[in-house]
């Protein structure tokens, strides 16, 4: 039980005590609604009057601006405990729906068609409600019609044809607005009150009201609608959708946008189409229409980098046949007279390099100067996708009236009940309630940061597991494998390689420990941040953003880290093996290097991540509802619109920030390895427009209405975007340099294949595969390492080297086995294209994050315009009221003036 729990049950034994339940029974009035002119009166239960589409009270003129739903429980006699606690529960109810009234809204209760126990009560906020709290909260409302002519775009040809149908969904009108006041109502567009106030913003306005009202008389900490959800005293809250998903409503008056979204953007046979963001954001909010946003401008430019990315791939399979290195290690001639020697101790056999021609053909596929040039496209393509997206955003925030948004966020409800500290606020210089002092701040967040790095340290755990893992399993499938190989299994034999069984099984098990840690790590994120208290919403979700990326980051891109840069990198050489934990010989590289296994470590987990993903966001909510579904056909009663929503799944709070999360990291394997694996971006693109679909299908059709709520921008993810998207291009550097096979090659091809150092007069490639593997003397192997068991063609007698990859002094040479000249002309290569292509790349984003302003030119005269016409319209109609009652006291005055001169005229005569 949570101390939540405890302190609520402990308050109930002082409220309630023995033999006083009867005193304690509550007077239900269910209904405060009220009709205007009229007083508050407590009327009966309202009867559903059989009208499935209506979303108004029972007078059909009141709009529903909000939904709760209880149970009233059964009085049991002889239980004290649960008596006092049902008891408490009505009080609250009672109190909470009363301070509701006082706040000015009204209220319907209308019970359950299917269960007489559930009751919903129907919340209505009245003009002068909505005004009040519009100007409380800031809201921005339209003035008058914008009268800037908007450009229109060079592609608008092209845009039209994805574009929804405007006959079904018209554009909105577009108005100057400005923060509501009630004394200058008359400066605001409200010829239709009805249309003034959306139903988003009528359902804000109520949900403000709902998180501040108290439910405990004297107990100011006490209030907000989401404890008493908590504690189970209201079952659900939630605003209605205007109508059925698939079928319109029967009131010729209701805009049937959920239909329209279903039909327009939900459904599938759109995949295709652009968004109807307006309408996104005028029915679910600016929050759910800024990510969707962000969401459809993502993958519109993966486009971009996912066709790029398959003209890379189609080059790699042209250029497969003409790979000379590769055709070296196929060819029976050079590989398969070079032996290689074994990759583990004693029981693993020498082998022929031919025998890894397939690997080495697909491994041309991805490591080949395509490849190089795609990851320097990747690099500028990351820093245009965020400048741009910098521009569409400032255009949303000035179109949806979210510029200002930070000043007007209201502080979480949470963070208001433990307020018991004054302080002196150092910018008003008035004394405020804080929850914690500045000592107990830092020590919450030492706390937070402490818990993240200890979660992180097991991610660590885990992935020295799965090398341990890796290093123990490919010495059994070394010795094994090629025993298990049937006839039935021998078209395989070139492809289920130990290397490539130890990767694949390696990779499946890293994603299930991935998932497993995600999902209590969620769990401790959440109570780390609920612990730390943020100030607002805003706050809140930076907070928990920054702990489960890092934490996510970790997990996910640990071991394609280990892959990339330190398998196959400290292994010594076969006289002088290195071994993990004294026990396990650290595992080699493929002799063509290690990117063939990056690329199928990302194809696992990227590819799992997204089908799994998928899975749960589409099958768990259907299958819920379907029960839901289920249990209700047996009743052919028909369900108001309130019930038919109750029904519905609910959606948590941090519904959104876990979309936003999956596509960050996405975005990461999209971007943080594509030198590796150049069809990345082309996956996310899929992945991108199915997940678009998935979510709208999802918030449209299985979930109750979202509350509408406001975002300026996408928070601190982009913060995070633009630090993934440094890291990519450092990354990308170092994949080139130290994972493929690149500079290697590069240096060959110049340097060592011509005079003096090589022997051909032109630069070429023919030689290189001989030049990467080095010599090693088979009695110079030690009684640990040295293999008993030899393949049938081998002859110990005559055969007295072997080979290997690195590049070392032969034996003989005064440095036998130490690293020869060759590797440190290599290494100093690598330093030197690493630094060089930082630069050039660091140097282009600079360049074109200079030449694209973060705030179009358009934008930005539509700023000064609509300041300008706030200052005339608002404040100088403010001036004109003053000089016209200035004029009228003046009037007076004068008319005073001259009637006391008469007066004393007469008085003279």
Wanted: aromatic residues 14%; neutral net charge; hydrophobic residues 40%.
């Amino acid at each position: 039980m949570s101390s939540f729990d405890s302190d609520e049950e402990q308050m109930e034994m002082e409220e309630f005590p023995d033999g006083d339940e009867e005193f304690c029974v509550q007077t239900y009035t269910p209904n405060y609604g009220t009709l205007s002119g009229q007083e508050h009166r407590a009327v009966e239960l309202v009867e559903f009057d059989g009208n499935e589409d209506s979303v108004f009270f029972a007078d059909g003129q009141r709009r529903i601006d909000f939904i709760l739903v209880y149970e009233e429980e059964q009085r049991k006699q002889g239980d004290r405990k649960k008596m006092r606690s049902i008891l408490s529960k009505k009080r609250k109810r009672a109190l909470f729906q009363e301070n509701l009234k006082k706040a000015g809204l009204q209220i319907e209760a209308t019970r359950s068609v299917l269960d007489f126990k559930t009751i919903f009560l129907k919340l209505h906020a009245p003009w002068e409600v909505l005004c009040r709290y519009a100007e409380v909260l800031h809201i921005k409302l339209p003035l008058f019609s914008n009268d800037l002519k908007q450009k229109t775009s060079t592609f608008n040809c092209i845009t039209k044809l994805f574009s929804v149908d405007e006959e079904k969904i018209p554009p909105e009108d577009e108005y100057f607005t400005a923060p509501f006041e009630m004394n200058r109502i008359k400066s605001f567009h409200t010829q239709n009150r009805d249309a003034f106030f959306t139903p988003a913003t009528r359902s804000r306005i109520v949900n403000y009201i709902l998180n501040r009202s108290e439910y405990k008389r004297g107990k100011p900490s006490k209030f907000g609608i989401t404890k008493l959800l908590d504690s189970n005293t209201y079952k659900a809250a939630y605003t209605l959708h205007d109508c059925k998903f698939n079928q319109k409503s029967s009131d010729p008056l209701c805009p049937n946008e959920r239909f329209l979204l279903y039909q327009e953007w939900a459904h599938p046979k759109n995949f295709y189409k652009l968004q109807p963001l307006d309408l996104i954001r005028k029915y679910y909010g600016e929050k759910i229409g800024i990510y969707f946003a962000w969401l459809g401008f993502y993958t519109g430019m993966l486009a971009i980098a996912g066709f790029t990315g398959l003209l890379c791939f189609i080059f790699g399979i042209l250029t497969m046949d003409y790979n000379t290195w590769s055709q070296e290690v196929c060819d029976p001639e050079i590989g398969g007279q070079l032996i290689m020697c074994p990759q583990c101790d004693r029981d693993c056999f020498y082998w022929r390099l031919n025998i890894t021609c397939q690997s080495s053909r697909k491994l041309s596929i991805f490591d080949n100067y395509g490849t190089l040039a795609y990851a320097v496209f990747m690099a500028i393509w990351v820093t245009v996708f965020l400048e741009f997206w910098k521009r569409r955003q400032a255009e949303l925030e000035y179109e949806w009236d979210t510029v200002e948004l930070e000043q007007e966020e209201p502080r979480r409800a949470e963070y208001e009940a433990k307020c018991t500290m004054r302080r002196k606020n150092p910018i008003t210089q008035e004394e405020e309630m804080v929850p914690y002092s500045a000592c107990g701040k830092c020590m919450r967040i030492f706390c937070g940061g402490t818990t993240v790095l200890f979660w992180i340290s097991l991610i660590i755990a885990s992935v020295v597991a799965i090398i341990v893992y890796r290093l123990a399993v490919f010495f059994e499938f070394s010795v094994n494998l090629p025993k298990a190989m049937d006839n039935d299994l021998e078209p395989l034999k070139d492809y289920l390689t130990p290397q490539m069984a130890t990767t694949v099984t390696a990779s499946l098990i890293n994603f299930v420990f991935i998932m497993i840690l995600n999902i209590i790590y969620e769990r401790v994120a959440i109570l780390i941040t609920d612990f730390e208290l943020p100030r607002t919403q805003t706050d809140y979700e930076n907070s928990l953003t920054l702990k489960m990326f890092l934490f996510q980051f970790v997990n996910y891109y640990s071991s394609c880290f280990y892959i990339a840069f330190f398998k196959g990198k400290i292994v010594g050489y076969p006289g002088e093996p290195v071994y993990w934990l004294g026990r396990f010989r650290n595992e080699e590289c493929d002799p063509g290097g290690c990117l063939i296994e990056l690329s199928t470590q990302l194809l696992v987990v990227m590819g799992g991540k997204a089908i799994w993903n998928n899975i749960q966001e589409v099958l768990i909510p259907w299958l819920k509802n379907l029960i839901s579904r289920c249990k209700t056909k047996s009743s052919e009663n028909v369900l108001p619109r309130w019930e038919q929503d109750y029904q519905l799944q609910s959606i948590s709070k941090l519904g959104l920030f876990y979309e936003y999360l999956e596509m960050v990291i996405q975005f990461g394997f999209a971007t943080i390895f594509v030198a590796s694996f150049p069809l990345a971006p082309l996956l996310a693109l899929i992945n991108n427009i199915i997940e678009i679909r998935v979510d709208a299908w999802k918030i449209t059709t299985q979930f109750r209405r979202i509350l509408p709520a406001k975002a300026q921008d996408i928070g601190t993810w982009l913060p995070i975007l633009n630090g993934v998207a440094i890291f990519a291009a450092v990354t990308n550097a170092l994949i080139i340099a130290f994972t493929s096979d690149m500079i290697p090659r590069l240096v060959y091809y110049w340097t060592l294949s011509v005079v003096p150092f090589g022997e051909h007069s032109s630069p070429t490639m023919r030689g290189y595969t001989n030049s990467t593997l080095s010599v090693f003397r088979i009695a110079d192997f030690s009684n640990i390492s040295k293999p008993i068991n030899f393949p049938s063609w081998f002859d110990p007698e005559t055969q007295t080297t072997c080979r290997y990859r690195d590049l070392r002094y032969p034996p003989g040479h005064p440095l036998e086995y130490y690293h020869s000249l060759y590797f440190w002309h290599i290494m100093a290569a690598k330093l030197a294209f690493i630094i060089v292509m930082e630069h050039v790349v660091f140097g282009v984003k600079f360049l074109v994050s200079y030449w694209i302003p973060d705030v179009p030119k358009h934008i930005k005269e539509q700023i000064k315009r609509e300041t300008y016409l706030t200052q005339k319209i608002l404040h100088e109609s403010h001036l004109s009221e003053w000089r016209n009652k200035m004029t009228d006291a003046t009037k007076s005055l004068m008319k005073g003036s001259v009637s006391l001169k008469e007066h004393n005229k007469e008085l003279d005569i």
